[in-house]
């Protein structure tokens, strides 16, 4: 029972951590990204990292 405290404890320690830095590099793409689209869809590309961040972050919480 204690191994399984731990790793749940590791795991949301590590949800943590890539909920935090999702969110810091998730709101300054956001807003350019939609500006940007147009003249160069090459950046548009880092919107589709953030939704990967983003989906990481779920899978995360449902091992938890």
Same mark, same amino acid.
């Given at each position: 029972?204690?191994?399984? &405290? ?6 949301? *320690?590590? $949800?943590?951590? %890539? ?6 590099? @998730?709101?300054?793409? &956001? ?6 689209? *147009?003249? $160069?869809?090459? %950046? ?6 953030? @939704? ?13």
């Amino acid at each position: 029972m204690a191994i399984n &405290a731990v790793r749940a404890d590791l795991t949301a *320690a590590a $949800a943590a951590k %890539k909920a935090a830095a999702s969110k810091a590099a @998730t709101p300054a793409p &956001a807003p350019a990204t939609p500006q940007v689209v *147009a003249p $160069a869809p090459g %950046k548009s590309e880092q919107g589709n990292s953030g @939704t990967g961040s983003g989906n990481g972050k779920g899978s995360g919480k449902g091992k938890d």
